[in-house]
Nanobody, 116 residues
């Protein structure tokens, strides 16, 4: 599994971005995946998770962000709407080797999101 994020950029407050994370798989990727974000100087924090299609969100993301997979289930997506300056961060996708594992084993290199 090789995770590669894309779709970051600079937007104005209230705007939207769509982040993608390819898994390097030609068929179904990891079943349990997530988006995290990190502001420089702060700890990485969770944003959203997806587990066999069931999604969950942190309070800051709920109602504005949507986590999903494409039809082939090889790409993880994060649709972000109504962005605010507090959403500025480097966004990372992550995956578990097995859904029951506590560790997020695979990580991408991150993509910068800047909201002004």
């Amino acid at each position: 599994v090789q995770l590669v994020e894309s779709g970051g950029g600079s937007v104005q407050a209230g705007g939207r971005l769509r982040l993608s994370c390819t898994t390097g798989r030609s068929r179904t990727g990891p079943a349990c995946m997530a988006w995290f974000r990190q502001v420089s100087g702060k700890e990485r924090e969770g944003v959203a998770t997806i587990d066999h299609g069931a999604s969950d969100y942190t309070d800051s993301a709920r109602g504005r962000f949507t986590i999903s997979k494409d039809s082939l289930r090889t790409t993880l997506i994060l649709q972000m709407n109504n962005l605010a300056p507090d959403d500025t961060a480097v966004y990372y996708c992550a995956a578990k080797r097995q859904c029951g594992d506590p560790e997020w084993y695979y990580w991408g290199q991150g993509t910068q999101v800047t909201v002004s």
